[in-house]
């Protein structure tokens, strides 16, 4: 059965449907993998009854020839931001150790309906704070690649949890989320297929905000195909979400890999994104593909993005004042953390606030409070939207010349942790999200796909940009590119 949980949906569905293997069968072999595989630590909770109830469901429909869609009896994970009714959605985070949703988030839902099996919950940074997965509560979640008893490679983050358990084969899929790259990361450190798509066309009810101007759900699969079928399953528009596109989705469909063709079209280069911290063995590999694309017909030119280096420091500040507001909902009263304080409802709130938070969320909220004093509004806030505003215009300007933008996923491979861990949060996330960032400052959509092994064995990945709503070509593109590097994930 590993060689199934190592195969793709389609196989996958294709062998269910022909009665070849049972969706019981399959979900038993993830949740012993899981449970096998639990030192590289992906899952927060792991939803045995649940799987198994769902397992027999799905068992029920292929018997009688109804299957809800591909999905069906397929195992997947979910990051422990999203609520899930019945089953702790913690953040990773103290503040939420405990807490139990009573209804779940439509992502969830839809997964559900389709017929998907959960599995687990995956670990995170604390409130998806971070770009490494290494200060939940739980402990740091880590990277299989290059993997010792000695020491360990960051799976990337917030989303690490889910990347682990989907480049392991625990599961084909799983959810993240992504505010700054916080799916792209983790999918580029682990060699995996990372999606944030456009903002408003995946729904946001019942994931927990961390920045509501910027947060979508993000897809981390093996490959493209199954992104795809994924993507399809949870897109389209949500009235529990008033952000969600009205637009009606229409399903992708990409074309068989003998069909597939890039001819004329315009991939652009951004010079700004050839950076001090680029590593070398990238950079070649950003040029390998540029040349890749420019052989097989695409139209490959520089293009200038002259705001991209102000994107962090944005990001930094809006990223800060959203959190202060979000985090206020947090009083130790109506749920999430209370400590044991009696003396008075002020010290309540600062007790429970200070012990159920962790350094890096504490801080946030106290540095968006300050930016957002009415003294200081106009000097940060409203300037870094100022900022944003020009970064997107960037995005515009740039979609006149050309179709997708071909830049580097991450500026190095997977830090090892004992390095990762001596830099503040700040410094990791001003690294690591350097490339990730701005596509949700302009919420236009974007996928990392994995190219190759660096010298020392990591995964290298590149990612592509388009404007919103070029999912469909996005993912071509990326097809293309996976068909030709016929990259090889890492199986135990």
């Not at 899952?43 to 469901?57: L, P």
């Not at 990361?185 to 408003?200: D, I």
């Not at 997107?392 to 996923?409: A, G, R």
């Not at 994995?450 to 709503?469: A, D, E, H, Y």
């Amino acid at each position: 059965m590993d060689k199934v949980l190592n195969s793709n949906i389609k196989t996958a569905f294709h062998l269910l449907n022909e009665g070849k293997i049972a969706a019981t069968d399959l979900i038993k072999a993830s949740l012993e993998k899981a449970q096998r595989l639990n030192k590289y630590n992906a899952f927060v909770t792991i939803t045995n009854n649940e799987a198994k109830k769902q397992s027999e469901e799905s068992v029920s429909r292929y018997d009688t020839k109804k299957p809800r869609s591909q999905l069906d009896g397929i195992p997947v994970a979910i990051k422990d931001n999203f609520c899930t009714c019945g089953i702790r959605t913690t953040c990773g985070s103290e503040m939420l150790r405990n807490f139990t949703p009573t209804y779940n988030s439509t992502v969830y839902e839809r997964l559900r309906n389709s017929g998907a099996v959960l599995i687990g919950k995956t670990n995170l940074d604390q409130f998806a704070m971070g770009s490494g997965t290494v200060d939940s509560i739980f402990g740091p979640t880590k990277n299989h690649w290059g993997f010792t008893e000695e020491q360990f490679h960051i799976s990337g983050g917030s989303s690490g949890g889910s990347a682990v358990a989907v480049a392991t084969g625990m599961c084909f899929a799983a959810i993240g989320s992504d505010t700054g790259g916080s799916t792209r990361n983790p999918a580029s450190y682990c060699g995996l297929v990372g999606l944030k798509p456009t903002y408003g066309l995946v729904s946001r009810h019942g994931l927990i905000p961390l920045v509501n101007s910027m947060d979508v759900p993000g897809i981390l699969t093996r490959y493209v195909d199954d992104c795809v079928s994924v993507l399809n399953t949870v897109a389209g528009f949500d009235p529990k979400d008033s952000t969600s596109l009205t637009k009606p989705y229409k399903s992708i469909k990409l074309p068989s890999a003998n069909k597939l063709s890039i001819k004329n079209l315009k991939v652009g280069i951004p010079d700004e994104y050839h950076c001090e911290h680029l590593n070398s063995e990238i950079l070649q590999t950003w040029n390998e593909i540029a040349t890749f694309l420019h052989e097989n017909g695409a139209t490959v030119k520089p293009v200038s993005m002259p705001h991209t280096e102000y994107s962090i420091v944005c990001y930094s500040i809006l990223n800060q004042c959203e959190v202060a507001s979000n985090m206020a909902r947090y009083d130790g009263v109506e749920f999430g953390f209370r400590a044991k304080e009696n003396s008075s409802t002020e010290k309540l709130f600062a007790t429970s606030r200070s012990l159920g938070f962790n350094e890096v969320v504490r801080n946030r909220i106290l540095t968006g409070n300050y930016f957002l004093l009415t003294r200081n509004y106009d000097k940060y806030f409203n300037k870094a939207l100022k900022v944003r505003r020009l970064i997107l215009q960037d995005f515009d300007n740039v979609w006149e010349q050309v179709q997708v933008l071909l830049t580097p996923t991450t500026l190095t491979t997977a830090p090892l942790y004992k390095d990762f861990a001596q830099k503040t949060n700040r410094e990791q996330c001003a690294l690591q999200d350097y490339c990730t960032q701005p596509a949700n400052m302009a919420g236009i959509p974007a996928v990392t796909i994995p190219v190759k092994l660096s010298s020392n064995g990591m995964p290298i990945s590149l990612q592509l940009m388009g404007r919103n709503l070029s999912e469909p070509m996005l993912l071509a593109v990326a097809k293309f590119i996976e068909n030709a590097v016929q990259f090889k994930h890492k199986t135990i």
